[in-house]
């Protein structure tokens, strides 16, 4: 089975500063991808970022980047220059990536969430 | 526009009365599957269908029902909804097992009483 860890139920940041989500999996497959989903008060998931395990370097977008640790089964998110329209809940989530791969291919696991709040 | 659209949004209703919330998409996926979120608990799947007449059971059936009759539409359904049942519910689908991009609907807000 695999679990998807978020450690922070909450955190905040002040606009413009740095802040990084944590996110641990435990998984046995090799092949998978790991996502990042924002959810504002809209509650419409967002994708903000992936990354396909077999890359060695960490996904980014624009603000938005991760720490990928494969051995570690660790990926958190940095948000640079964090704005207020980041306040929102943030899921990470994992997915088995394997052809053939059965019933639970294409299943998202997500964790509990971090609510992040970013204040002016 | 590709789209998941779910109906109702917002629901209100009560123990024992059978519901239907509906989930569309327009991409010609394969996969389609529903979700349930709750506080401090993430989103959890409940029930998955890969293709037409093709669904099984997630991690949280338990008390729903699905039908995939044509490849557009997956609906949930809830028998006997119960209090336990009042969640935010998210259909998601997704093109075939090997994609990742997976497009959610806006959610349906239940509440049973």
């Known amino acids: 089975a695999q679990t998807v860890t978020q450690s922070q139920p909450e955190m905040s940041v002040q606009e413009a500063e740095t802040v990084t989500l944590s996110c641990t999996y435990d998984?046995?497959?090799?092949?998978?991808?790991l996502f990042w989903y924002k959810q504002p008060p809209s509650r419409q998931m967002i994708l903000v970022i992936r990354?396909?395990?077999?890359?060695?370097q960490n996904a980014t977008e624009n603000r938005f980047s991760v720490n990928f640790q494969k051995a570690a089964k660790s990926f958190s998110l940095k948000i640079s220059d964090s704005q207020l329209g980041d306040t929102a809940m943030y899921f990470c989530a994992f997915m088995k990536h394997r052809v053939g791969g059965g019933s639970t291919l294409g299943r998202l696991y997500f964790g509990r969430g971090t609510q992040l709040t970013v204040w002016p | 526009e590709a789209q998941v659209t779910q109906n109702p949004r917002y629901l209100i209703t009560v123990t024992g009365k059978k519901l239907t919330v509906t989930c569309s998409q327009n991409m010609n996926h394969e996969y389609m599957s529903w979700y349930r979120q709750d506080p401090g608990l993430g989103l959890r799947q409940i029930y998955y269908?890969?293709?037409?007449?093709?669904?099984d059971k997630g991690d949280v059936p338990e008390g729903y029902k699905v039908s995939r009759k044509e490849k557009r539409n997956f609906p949930l359904i809830l028998e006997s909804p119960s209090p336990n049942q009042t969640s935010l519910y998210f259909c998601a689908s997704r093109q075939r097992p090997g994609s990742w991009e997976q497009y959610f609907g806006p959610g349906t807000r239940l509440t049973v009483t």
């Open positions: 998984t046995s497959e090799n092949n998978y991808y």
């Open positions: 269908s890969m293709n037409v007449e093709v669904t």
């Open positions: 990354q396909e395990a077999y890359k060695q």
